[in-house]
T-cell receptor, first 110, second 116 residues
């Protein structure tokens, strides 16, 4: 079945440094969603990208969908301790089922 | 708005018993709910799609007779883990999709199941 890989699995940064997680699929994606899960918490929706090459920004977060719609990235500028958590991409489709990526755990040291 | 609750938040049961987990959309109607399983430090694995008034659609490899899903109303879906075994111990999370054309899934807080 469809698999969505994310790299890196884990990233440790100093507060103020930038962070990027990458999401890759072997197949073309209808859309890509990004979720954040705080330690001990549940996933919270961040954004959905649908168009090839789409770029969306939310304050310090920048989301990008690849031209071929097979990859996506999330970039956080100047990380803060509140950014700690696991970031998942998830591929969606017509049935609204989500196939979650493997996730990237972000640790931010003050 | 868009709050999803799960009950119980934690449950410990003995091998061979059954456990029911409830997922409720508190302030919206959800025509579709999803059930996921998450192992420690791993991703969410979709188990099944639950549609109100119809049978659930299970993902490949998920035993429908072991994980019974009932979507009795537009605000409630239940997952029953039957004849639980220690390997069923996991974090079970539901999500709900409002029937308004929205693609954003709202997740419940999850249920930690421990089978002894």
């Amino acid at each position: 079945g469809q698999q969505v890989m994310q790299i890196p699995q884990y990233q440790h940064v100093q507060e103020g440094e930038d962070f990027t997680t990458y999401c890759n699929s072997s197949t073309t994606l209808s859309n890509i969603q990004w979720y954040k899960q705080r330690p001990g918490g549940h996933p919270v929706f961040l954004i959905q990208l649908v168009k090839s090459g789409e770029v969306k920004k939310q304050k310090r977060l920048t989301f990008q969908f690849g031209e071929a719609k097979k990859n996506s990235s999330l970039h956080i500028t100047a990380t803060q301790t509140t950014d700690v958590g696991t970031y998942f991409c998830a591929s969606g489709g017509a049935t609204n089922k989500l196939i979650f990526g493997t996730g990237t755990l972000l640790a931010v040291q003050p | 708005g868009a709050v999803v609750s799960q009950h119980p938040s934690r449950v410990i049961c003995k091998s061979g018993t059954s456990v029911k987990i409830e997922c409720r959309s508190l302030d919206f109607q959800a025509t579709t709910m999803f059930w996921y399983r998450q192992f420690p430090k791993q991703s969410l694995m979709l188990m099944a799609t639950s549609n109100e008034g119809s049978k659930a659609t299970y993902e490949q490899g998920v035993e429908k007779d072991k994980f019974l899903i009932n979507h009795a109303s537009l605000t409630l879906s239940t997952l029953t883990v039957t004849s639980a075994h220690p390997e069923d111990s996991s974090f079970y999370i539901c999500s709900a999709l409002p029937g308004t054309g929205s693609y954003e899934q709202y997740f419940g807080p999850g249920t930690r199941l421990t089978v002894t």
